[in-house]
């Protein structure tokens, strides 16, 4: 059975400074932004890293080149170490650090019409 994890090396962009090593259970993509140690990055580049074995090429690991930045506004860091944008408590929430809405995705989340309270 294969891990649904993706090993992943963080490099900060400007200086190539290797930050270290996570395992994820998401795919970022540029755009989307990792807080590690305290500090908010934005994914500006990924690259696959891929291994031969047994004859055929795997996905080995991925390289993340990111950027230091300040947290986004109006945008919630989950369990998870990713940001999502917008009221997270809505049911039409995207869940994402890209897209704030599947209604509005514009914004702005205090004045939507189309605001549902998150069933839990």
Not at 7 to 25: H, K, M, T
Not at 40 to 68: C, D, F, M, N
Not at 99 to 109: D, E
Request: hydrophobic fraction near 40%.
């Amino acid at each position: 059975m294969e891990s649904n994890f993706l090993p992943a090396e963080v490099i900060v962009n400007d200086s190539r400074r290797v930050l270290g090593y996570l395992s994820l259970d998401w795919n970022p993509q540029p755009g989307a932004y990792l807080e590690i140690e305290g500090t908010t990055y934005i994914v500006l580049e990924r690259r696959h890293r891929y291994q031969l074995s047994a004859g055929k090429y795997r996905l080995h690991k991925i390289a993340l080149y990111v950027q230091a930045v300040a947290a986004p506004a109006e945008a919630t860091l989950l369990d998870d170490g990713r940001w999502v944008i917008g009221d997270i408590t809505c049911r039409y929430n995207a869940r994402s650090e890209l897209l704030r809405c599947a209604v509005n995705p514009k914004g702005a989340c205090d004045r939507c019409i189309h605001y549902q309270p998150l069933d839990n």
